[in-house]
């Protein structure tokens, strides 16, 4: 199977399915001497494990990260990194039943398709247990980025109807709700909305937004290696994203030129901008301020409400699904996002060194002689 490579200069292949021995991922391309241990990964994989409140599945698993290998005394080395999770808690006998069927929403009939048959035991690689590997490798992203001053943050905006208010913003507030979202009022409405839909049978969608300071302006290629291009490959790449914006995003397209260009200052002899509505990107290269995009997310195809759908005999029938499943992806996927942004910005950030010949020669001139 292509299509399980991500990156250039940091670059993460993911491997594994749901349903199992373990899952990971290769990490090729960190720049030797990050201090790195299982501590600094696993706070990231406990963010997305399962389990964790009524509205994710109850499946349980401890998600424990295992280092292979890119790492002595406590440092990586420069070699591939190689990180593992073992899955402890399959139940692949609750999925016999879909073998015969394609669910609504799920990539059953795609994955039959294109190859010929399918792992229907948890969805194989189109599981969302996939985003373990990911997130993975996008801890120690993310730690390589905090090392040049950049962070990373992501957090729900939406939950169906239920939108937060940016007055009521607070980060803090994300670790006391089972949504993840920054503002406590909306966090609560969000819940009820969710406790709805449950009762009913069914599921809900969100939105995901994320964050980064501290980036520099510069990052990014022009044409066809933007970085708005490389990240909406990136978080469109997550199972259950159906939409991308950075900036005002679609809400530009109903704006007129005199209200979303962002004006230039002058502060400090750096160059400043007065709003933000480009969300820190220009020409697809960072333009110094923040970035901000969101990902919006389906609601969750597995559902007990009776669905339609046609069996691999192509008669039609009715079913109802029935197992461990998430009511919400919105929760359990802000991580993943934070993620697939850390690791797609720091391989962009890398790309970015040989730009200019007198970055090269300042980095060459630091080099001690032989």
């Known amino acids: 199977m292509a299509g399980s490579t991500l990156g250039t200069l940091f670059s993460i292949t993911t491997w594994g399915e749901s349903h199992g021995p373990a899952i990971g991922v290769v990490i090729d391309g960190c720049p030797a001497g990050l201090p790195l241990s299982a501590s600094d990964i696993q706070p990231y994989l406990n963010r997305r494990k399962p389990g964790q409140s009524r509205y994710t599945t109850p499946r349980k698993e401890d998600d424990t990260v295992e280092i292979l290998s890119g790492i002595f005394e406590g440092k990586t080395t420069g070699t591939p990194i190689s990180l593992m999770v073992k899955n ?17 929403g799920h990539a059953d009939y795609t994955y039959d398709q294109k190859y010929g048959f399918r792992d229907y035991t948890g969805g194989g690689r189109s599981s969302g247990r996939e985003t373990i590997g990911r997130v993975a490798a996008g801890a120690i992203a993310a730690k390589l980025l905090s090392e040049l001053g950049i962070t990373v943050t992501a957090y729900t905006h939406s939950i169906g109807p239920v939108t937060i208010d940016y007055d009521r913003f607070d980060l803090s507030v994300m670790e006391q709700n089972a949504v993840n979202m920054p503002d406590p009022i909306a966090a609560k ?10 009762a009913r049978q069914d599921s809900c969608g969100g939105i995901v937004e994320c964050v980064l300071k501290g980036l520099p302006a510069g990052i990014g290629d022009p044409c066809f290696d933007k970085l708005n291009a490389n990240l909406a490959k990136s978080i469109c790449s997550i199972g259950a994203v159906k939409g991308f914006e950075i900036g005002d995003g679609f809400a530009a397209a109903a704006a007129c030129g005199s209200t979303n260009n962002d004006a230039f200052y002058m502060e400090e002899n750096k160059v400043r901008k007065k709003t933000n509505h480009s969300g ?53 996927a802000v991580v993943v996002v934070e993620c697939m942004a850390a690791i797609t910005t720091l391989d962009l950030l890398l790309k970015t060194i040989p730009s200019r010949l007198d970055h090269l020669k300042t980095f060459f001139q630091n080099l001690s002689p032989m």
Not at 189 to 198: F, K, N, S, Y
Not at 298 to 310: F, G, L, M, W
Request: charged residues 20%; neutral net charge; proline residues 8%.
């Open 88 to 104: 402890t808690s399959q139940r692949s006998k609750d999925y016999t039943e879909i073998a015969a069927y394609y669910r609504p």
């Open 189 to 198: 409405e969000a819940e009820a909305h969710l406790d709805a839909c449950r």
């Open 280 to 332: 820190g990107v220009l020409g697809g290269i960072s333009d110094g301020s923040d970035l901000i995009f969101r990902a919006a997310f389906k609601p969750t195809p597995s559902i007990s409400a009776p669905q339609e759908t046609v069996n691999k005999s192509g008669q039609n029938i009715t079913i109802s699904i029935h197992g461990r499943h998430d009511p919400i992806i919105v929760p359990r």
